[in-house]
């Protein structure tokens, strides 16, 4: 029987009188025996004490003697200093523990003891420093130590006079206070027999309300069964080896087993037959094997579950452990969310077909303008070629009309392809040097053919200092000013289209274009920045474009970090201002000056491998070169262009990037690594579109420069011209012809510091030690060093302003200590320090640099 049940019988029985008797007796006398105990308790306490600190204090005369004789000893030569110190350590431990410990807490409240114990406390801490000091020291102090513990002996000995008398007093008055203890005893013993007679009253009470609560417990049990009963939920009770105790009425509709046949059955085996016993004890049911209460994200997982008859499907369980009358339990909530998955799967299906479908449309709009642009690279280079002919004036005017309809094609095709960039995630912001009133120049030259179509007048106007070279991105903000250039004409007829500039302190550039067009409406401001979007639609077929322009800048001005807006009233023309990040490039800023419009004179006749699958392109660039007196090869495609390379030297490859069979990038790996005739020459990569990314991975297959589709004449020339060195033309900048090789501000700096026999001098000692160390650059090099090495040719290069081979080498050291072995790198050194020396050269030559 229960305890709870047996004392509740005995409190429902008569009341014996002998028993209350015999029990109250034997209470008494348990007191009495426990009192006699607590008594002897009490007194061997105050016994030990006692010795304790008599023991102590008769302690410290004893080792306050040692000290003395320690002292005594080293001042003739019979003891070491750190006898000394040894005892003073156990002397002075003893005081410690009189200042500190708890039995001596009484003492310390008497005047006679706590005044020989400061005294003698005084004395060890003006000695500590000298006993924990240097040996020459504390010898030397030995006397004065000697006096002054002479001195202190009578402290000593009234210390322990005084704790002993002072002890002895406090057992006396101990004992007295025991009896008191005793006395209080008898007094509790009476409050405690009152205190029986309270309980028992109590516990008759207590017995009734524990009937009360019952009752309560046995109602709330059934409310708490009616709920799970009708919870829609399943709900399992097992024990610790997983085995049904209880289950609902949800539980036995969800699998369609009968409390018979679930109960002390094995719920996994039972309900989730499919699943592996032991991969499930090892995963999701792991607490069950450990014996443990599963953690917060074990508590919730899913498994695939079997009905009796034989339909499978995926349960969401929730599980927690608790403890039960006969040891843990687990309780699980099931659900069936096979409802839930069927949507997830359609869900997930849509997503994919969605992404499938943007990721089709982005390769599609790739491919189309990369596709377009062959055509358009035929119809521009034999734009270019025919105006080398003799052409009357009507024919130069359809040449014109047919040139500017080409760009106007290509700006569209730019835009679509940007566009396919933007959503891709492929665009980045650049940080070059640039010189930005060209750039407004030029942006206006672009747009001159536009704005004599529709008789507008185009000026540029800065607020201001002009701010001439600048940081910053120069493709992307020059095709931010094209493209609200380019919206602003084609809705402007016979009015004015102003550029007004403005630095906003020096990192922050603010433009604004202003036309007297149509105007836009205040509603449609907002809308006229979305894609394919445009206020008037009927005007837009006059108009024409594809209404991606205002997109693609709002797009590029996010990528640059900046802000884009339009203010505007129809009939009064629109103001469209832009504020990007761009910061001033001080003296000797590092970067790629900006590209020069006139073309360079012929460079020196060169010999050309021109790798294209295109017949048209190979057509127009074998035209172009030929006109400037190159000699030219043809190549069909790479692989054709890796044998001809591998027969032949030429002085510089021409390589389509997108081919059959062999693409460019891997007929530029064979051809470095092939080791034949034209391994080492300048290969220029020739694209129709070239990200950031790909342009790296051009460096990387062995192709420093890269050449843009469709193929501008003078852009080429210039190119060809460098690696020509020294032909063009002569009133040029060098470092413009050096295509950003060398850094004239730098150069020139040098030049005026040092004179010009000195420069000359140093120029020549510069190229000599650059070529040794490129020469060391062999496969047998340790990454240690060759790190090294071209950390210090860099710090040269920079010193003589050679900016690409400074990065190069850069990338060298950095690859090395990322671990890395910089085999692109290496392997395109020797070609870019060859043009860099012969870029370094001419600007040499040049007096005023």
Not at 112 to 138: H, K, N
Not at 724 to 741: C, N
Request: proline letters at 4%; aromatic letters at 6%; a negative charge.
């Amino acid at each position: 029987m229960p305890p709870l049940h047996a004392f509740r019988a005995i409190l429902r029985r008569p009341a014996r009188p002998a028993l209350l008797v015999a029990g109250i007796a034997l209470v008494a006398a348990l007191v009495a025996w426990m009192a006699v105990l607590a008594l002897r308790e009490i007194d061997d306490l105050g016994t030990a004490n006692s010795d304790n600190v008599q023991w102590s204090l008769a302690q410290m005369d004893v080792e306050y003697l040692r000290f003395r004789l320690a002292v005594a000893d080293a001042q003739t030569g019979t003891a070491d200093l750190d006898t000394v110190r040894r005892r003073f350590d156990v002397f002075y431990s003893r005081m410690s523990t009189l200042a500190a410990g708890e039995v001596f807490l009484p003492l310390r409240g008497r005047a006679e003891f706590e005044s020989a114990r400061q005294d003698i406390a005084g004395f060890l801490e003006a000695t500590v420093s000298l006993i924990d000091g240097p040996d020459a020291e504390l010898r030397a102090a030995l006397p004065d130590i000697a006096t002054q513990a002479a001195g202190h002996a009578e402290d000593v000995r009234d210390l322990s006079l005084a704790g002993l008398a002072a002890f002895a007093e406090l057992s006396d008055e101990r004992r007295g206070e025991v009896m008191a203890t005793l006395a209080r005893m008898a007094l509790l013993l009476v409050v405690l027999f009152s205190g029986l007679a309270l309980l028992a009253i109590w516990l008759l009470r207590l017995n009734r309300l524990s009937e009360r609560r019952a009752r309560q417990v046995e109602e709330t049990g059934n409310r708490m069964r009616l709920i799970v009963e009708t919870s829609l939920d399943g709900i399992i009770v097992s024990d610790a080896d997983g085995r049904i105790l209880d289950l609902n009425q949800s539980a036995r509709r969800i699998f369609g087993y009968s409390d018979a046949e679930a109960r002390g059955a094995e719920a996994l085996s039972l309900f989730f037959p499919d699943e592996d016993p032991e991969r499930a004890r090892e995963g999701a049911l792991r607490f069950i094997g450990a014996q443990r209460r599963p953690n917060p994200h074990e508590r919730q997982f899913e498994l695939v579950g079997r009905s009796r008859d034989g339909r499978t499907f995926p349960v969401e369980i929730s599980v927690d452990r608790a403890e039960g009358p006969d040891g843990p339990i687990y309780v699980s909530f099931l659900r069936d969310i096979s409802r839930r998955k069927a949507a997830e799967e359609g869900l997930t299906e849509a997503r994919d077909r969605a992404l499938a479908g943007e990721k089709a449309k982005a390769e599609f709009l790739a491919v189309m303008s990369h596709e377009m642009r062959t055509p358009l690279n035929g119809l521009l280079g034999s734009i270019q070629i025919l105006r080398d002919t003799e052409l009357d004036d009507r024919q130069s005017g359809l040449l014109d009309t047919m040139h500017s309809s080409g760009d106007l094609l290509l700006g569209l095709v730019n835009d679509v392809l940007d566009l396919s960039k933007y959503e891709a995630g492929k665009m980045r912001p650049e940080a070059r040097v640039f010189d930005l009133q060209q750039l407004f120049d030029s942006a206006v030259e672009t747009t001159a053919p536009l704005a004599a179509t529709n008789d507008n007048v185009v000026s540029v106007e800065w607020i201001g200092p002009p701010a001439g070279d600048v940081e910053g991105d120069p493709r992307k903000l020059r095709q931010i000013l094209l493209n609200l250039l380019g919206n602003a004409l084609k809705f402007t007829h016979g009015g004015r289209v102003d550029i007004e500039a403005e630095m906003l302190g020096r990192d922050r550039l603010e433009i604004r274009v202003i036309d007297t067009g149509i105007g836009i409406a205040e509603a449609d401001l907002d809308r006229v920045f979305q894609d394919f979007e445009r206020a008037d639609s009927s005007y837009v077929r006059q108009a024409g474009g594809t209404g991606l322009g205002l997109g693609i800048a709002r797009r590029l001005v996010g990528i640059l970090g900046g802000e884009i807006g339009a203010e505007s009233e129809p009939g009064e023309g629109s103001l469209f201002w832009v504020r990007v990040p761009i910061s001033l490039a001080g003296a000797g800023t590092a970067g790629v000056p900006a590209a020069r419009t006139d073309a360079p004179r012929p460079a020196v006749p060169l010999s050309v491998l021109v790798v294209e699958d295109n017949e048209i392109n190979r057509l127009v660039a074998r035209e172009m070169l030929q006109a400037d007196g190159h000699t030219v090869t043809e190549a069909v495609n790479g692989r054709a262009g890796v044998e001809w390379a591998e027969r032949q030297r030429f002085d510089v490859i021409l390589m389509d990037i997108s081919m059959p069979e062999m693409d460019g990038q891997e007929a530029a790996r064979r051809i470095r690594a092939g080791g034949g005739p034209s391994s080492r020459i300048p290969i220029v990569a020739v694209t129709a579109h070239a990200l950031p990314e790909e342009l790296a991975r051009f460096r990387e297959a062995g192709m420093e420069i890269c050449v843009s589709k469709p193929i501008d004449r003078t852009v080429l020339s210039r190119v060809l011209a460098t690696i020509g060195g020294g032909d063009a033309d002569p009133d040029a900048d060098p470092a413009s012809e050096a295509g950003g090789l060398i850094d004239t501000e730098v150069l020139s700096q040098l030049r005026q510091a040092m004179g010009d026999a000195t420069f000359l001098t140093l120029k020549e000692k510069f190229l000599a030690e650059t070529e040794e160390t490129l020469a060391g650059f062999g496969a047998g090099i340790e990454p240690d060093v060759l790190a090294r090495e071209a950390h210090k040719c860099a710090g040269s290069c920079a010193a003589f302003g050679v900016v690409e081979m400074r990065q190069a080498l850069q990338r060298i050291e950095a690859e090395v200590k990322a671990n890395r072995w910089p085999e692109a790198e290496l392997r395109g050194l020797p070609a870019l320090w060859a043009r860099s020396r012969a870029a370094l050269e001419a600007v040499a030559r040049d007096p005023q640099v």
